[in-house]
């Protein structure tokens, strides 16, 4: 899986399927800080992901 | 998950979840009961957003435009004055390689919805920029400088309109209100809420803040669905600060507690007229030198001022 993560500014590349919620925990994010986005959509912490999908991770905090 | 109408959701909050049509207008209707319920805009003339380029404030004046719009034509929303102006006010710290970024966004999106911007820069008010003064500064850290000239400025011209909405979000409020307990800052705390001015003074401008209600969260969703574009940008002297920590704390109870942030800050709002009466009685000082309200007979930002001017 390919993940952005707008906040460190790279993609990583992971081995991963399940829920948005065990992705976030994988990677020590916390779910009210950020928003999870496959394509253009907007996904929730019980949907779920597969290996070939393509993430991106915003940071939803001003400036930090 | 689905929306009641059979969409996908796009948002989940307890037990409600919502497609982005049915987010929007969920987001865009408290936002409008915020305004409407404390009567931020009633009778106003003149309306000013502080804007930073940054996201709470983009959607905020997004909003604020869209709600003067919408109360001239429905009688119920209403009550600005009938021509109502609205203006946004923007800081140019003078932060290289940060500031022009946010504040291009921010001419661009003024241009686009037609809202007229004034820009305020520290080096035409104070003669030098923030990178300047944290190079030759070494007593006042970088957030302490910006703080205190900002408010100055904020406050300079914020007087001359009739109200000033700030992009505060719930989080923001929430945060404030968990350090000044921890830190046991009780002096600070009635400074916060969603109307703001401690002392109904003619020294301090009238701020509100539509955005009071709505989690940080909520705010970058609208702004991300409506495409408004922000640029992400950190501030290069953002460091890892005690409101960091604040926010881990608090996000953490509330992925347990869900709605713990709003109740925090509906219980603060409700002891809020006590605490501001504690203080009411003490009219502010005035500094000797710019007249802006002060705690001591110089205000920090002249007091920041004579401190560069030395160091020459
Ligand atoms: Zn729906
Ligand atoms: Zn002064």
Redesign the pocket.
């Known amino acids: 899986m390919r993940v952005f993560i707008e906040k460190k500014g790279f993609e990583e590349e992971l081995q991963f399927s399940g829920s948005v919620s065990g992705l976030l925990g994988l990677l020590g994010l916390d779910s009210s800080e950020v928003l999870v986005v496959r394509g253009s959509e907007v996904l929730l912490d019980s949907d779920e992901i597969v290996q070939e999908d393509k993430i991106r991770i915003f940071s939803v905090i001003s400036g930090g | 998950m689905k929306c009641s109408c059979g969409k996908k959701a796009v948002f989940q909050h307890k037990d409600s979840a919502l497609c982005k049509e049915h987010f929007i207008d969920y987001f865009e209707r408290k936002v409008f009961s915020t305004i409407k319920e404390h009567a931020f805009f009633d009778d106003a003339e003149s309306i000013g957003v502080a804007a930073s380029g940054g996201k709470d404030s983009t959607v905020l004046l997004y909003l604020v435009k869209k709600y003067l719009e919408q109360s001239q034509s429905q009688e119920k929303l209403a009550k600005p004055k009938k021509h109502a102006t609205l203006c946004a006010l923007a800081i140019d710290e003078g932060i290289e390689g940060y500031r022009k970024k946010t504040l291009d966004f921010l001419k661009a999106f003024c241009e686009q919805n037609e809202i007229s911007l004034s820009i305020y820069s520290f080096k035409s008010a104070f003669g030098f920029s923030l990178d300047e003064a944290v190079a030759r500064l070494q007593d006042y850290g970088p957030c302490t400088i910006c703080g205190a000239l900002r408010r100055?400025l904020i406050n300079r011209f914020g007087r001359k309109l009739d109200v000033v909405a700030t992009g505060h979000n719930l989080d923001d409020e929430c945060q404030g209100i968990i350090m000044n307990l921890f830190k046991s800052n009780t002096g600070f705390l009635p400074r916060l809420g969603i109307r703001t001015g401690v002392v109904s003074h003619a020294l301090f401008s009238k701020r509100v803040k539509p955005l009071f209600f709505c989690p940080e969260k909520e705010v970058f969703l609208y702004s991300f669905l409506k495409g408004f574009g922000v640029p992400f940008t950190e501030c290069p002297y953002a460091v890892s600060s005690y409101r960091d920590n604040a926010r881990r704390f608090i996000n953490s109870v509330s992925s347990q507690f869900p709605g713990a942030k709003e109740s925090i800050a509906s219980h603060f709002l409700s002891f809020l007229p006590a605490l501001r009466r504690s203080v009411e009685k003490k009219q502010p000082k005035q500094?000797?030198?710019?007249?802006?309200p002060?705690a001591g007979s110089?205000?920090?930002?002249?007091?920041i001022?004579l401190a560069f001017v030395a160091s020459r």
């Open positions: 100055s500094c000797s030198s710019c007249g802006e002060s110089l205000c920090k930002a002249c007091e001022s």
